[in-house]
């Protein structure tokens, strides 16, 4: 096997260095018709896997996130572990690309599970808590990150999508993640073998909506773009840089869609 476990997680078995404490983020957010009375503070992403004996704690902390209203948490399935006996059942090439883009963008080429972005600026430990807490309380320091008011509204069978003009020079694309807001899983081989494990927001599909040049935009989607298994909310998010070189969380929402 060439992996190696520590108390930093289970890295990828692949040539990437050794843990470091800065990475680059996913995605942003979605509100209903209504905003919100506060904006997120936080767009916390966690890189998981069913075939991962690290990982469950962190799932569990992951669904815990999920239950704090100023927090969007993300589940993103991946698929490198695969080989190991157990093929992840919810697991997306695209996030371990995703992932692996974040690491390239930090320069640490450092890729690993369970492995938590807060809001595309900083990478924990998925199974640390208060690494996480505290990662959340350092992202917010900086004037860039979720600065941008995003909005949603469910529309007939449309999203209808939002983001305010603002002149600080900043950009980025809108995303929408199709999310599955609790799927349970029973894990038959691999190193989670006889486990029953309830993954949550679990990220189905994403879809790119457009560009965001800070000018006011607003776009409609179609529901039947981003239905899926198990599919009952959406997330919304703006986000610097692009899929390759993803940047800074601006702004996201989180909605559900019955």
């Given at each position: 096997?060439?992996?190696?476990?520590?108390?930093?997680?289970?890295?990828?078995?692949?040539a990437f260095a050794p843990l470091l404490s800065g990475i680059l983020g996913i995605c942003v957010a979605v509100t209903l018709a209504k905003p919100a009375s506060a904006d997120p503070r936080a767009v916390v992403e966690l890189f998981t896997s069913q075939g991962c004996s690290s990982c469950p704690p962190a799932d569990k902390?992951?669904?815990?996130?999920?239950?704090?209203?100023?927090?969007?948490?993300?589940?993103?399935?991946?698929?490198?572990?695969?080989?190991?006996?157990?093929?992840?059942?919810?697991?997306?090439?695209?996030?371990?690309?995703?992932?692996?883009?974040?690491?390239?963008?930090?320069?640490?080429?450092?890729?690993?599970?369970?492995?938590?972005?807060?809001?595309?600026?900083?990478?924990?430990?998925?199974?640390?808590?208060?690494?996480?807490?505290?990662?959340?309380?350092?992202?917010?320091?900086?004037?860039?990150?979720?600065?941008?008011?995003?909005?949603?509204?469910?529309?007939?069978?449309?999203?209808?999508?939002?983001?305010?003009?603002?002149?600080?020079?900043?950009?980025?694309?809108?995303?929408?993640?199709?999310?599955?807001?609790?799927?349970?899983?029973?894990?038959?081989?691999?190193?989670?073998?006889?486990?029953?494990?309830?993954?949550?927001?679990?990220?189905?599909?994403?879809?790119?909506?457009?560009?965001?040049?800070?000018?006011?935009?607003?776009?409609?989607?179609?529901?039947?773009?981003?239905?899926?298994?198990?599919?009952?909310?959406?997330?919304?998010?703006?986000?610097?840089?692009?899929?390759?070189?993803?940047?800074?969380?601006?702004?996201?929402?989180?909605?559900?869609?019955?």
């Amino acid at each position: 096997m060439t992996r190696s476990k520590s108390s930093t997680g289970t890295k990828e078995p692949s040539a990437f260095a050794p843990l470091l404490s800065g990475i680059l983020g996913i995605c942003v957010a979605v509100t209903l018709a209504k905003p919100a009375s506060a904006d997120p503070r936080a767009v916390v992403e966690l890189f998981t896997s069913q075939g991962c004996s690290s990982c469950p704690p962190a799932d569990k902390i992951l669904g815990d996130l999920a239950q704090d209203p100023s927090l969007i948490a993300l589940s993103l399935p991946i698929d490198y572990w695969d080989y190991l006996g157990w093929k992840d059942t919810l697991a997306d090439s695209r996030f371990s690309a995703r992932q692996k883009a974040y690491s390239h963008m930090r320069g640490d080429r450092d890729v690993y599970t369970p492995q938590v972005v807060v809001n595309g600026s900083l990478h924990v430990l998925g199974s640390d808590k208060t690494a996480i807490e505290k990662a959340v309380q350092v992202t917010r320091g900086s004037v860039s990150v979720m600065n941008v008011p995003v909005t949603v509204a469910k529309a007939g069978r449309e999203l209808k999508v939002s983001v305010p003009e603002r002149n600080n020079g900043e950009h980025g694309e809108v995303w929408i993640c199709a999310v599955a807001r609790a799927v349970p899983i029973t894990i038959n081989r691999g190193e989670n073998r006889g486990k029953q494990i309830t993954y949550h927001n679990v990220v189905r599909n994403v879809l790119k909506v457009g560009d965001w040049t800070g000018k006011a935009g607003a776009w409609s989607v179609p529901l039947e773009n981003i239905s899926g298994d198990g599919v009952d909310a959406a997330v919304v998010y703006v986000q610097n840089g692009n899929r390759d070189n993803p940047g800074p969380m601006l702004g996201a929402a989180f909605t559900p869609l019955n």
